[in-house]
Nanobody, 123 residues
Framework: QVQLVESGGGLVQAGGSLRLSCAAS????????MGWFRQAPGKEREFVAA????????YYADSVKGRFTISRDNAKNTVYLQMNSLKPEDTAVYYC????????????????WGQGTQVTVST
């Protein structure tokens, strides 16, 4: 049974940092791309960042480029999203996802999803 479990969300002031984790289990993800998406209330789910598990290639949405960093730890089967210089508009539920297509920014291209973790950035 494939599981993606996110953690690390919380409440932070604008300008602060958080690191999200996504622990993957249930299958081998070496041929997959791992993505982070977010969804704010009343808005569609949007792409944030992706990493190709095998090569480490990364790709970012323009809105987070230079502030967020995606990485992975092969030994721990875990993907991270380091978020710096957070802004109130980064407030959303953040989801981890796994898919076979590189690079995919559309949610429908991802096969597996976590349950999400809330990130709230206060002014």
């Amino acid at each position: 049974q494939v599981q993606l479990v996110e953690s690390g969300g919380g409440l932070v002031q604008a300008g602060g940092s958080l690191r999200l984790s996504c622990a993957a289990s249930g299958r081998t993800f070496s041929s997959y791309a791992m993505g982070w998406f977010r969804q704010a209330p009343g808005k569609e789910r949007e792409f944030v960042a992706a990493i190709r598990w095998s090569s480490g290639y990364t790709y970012y949405a323009d809105s987070v480029k230079g502030r967020f960093t995606i990485s992975r730890d092969n030994a721990k089967n875990t993907v991270y999203l380091q978020m710096n210089s957070l802004k109130p508009e980064d407030t959303a539920v953040y989801y981890c996802a796994a898919g076979r297509l590189w690079v995919a920014i559309t949610p429908s291209n991802y096969d597996y999803w976590g349950q999400g973790t809330q990130v709230t950035v206060s002014t």
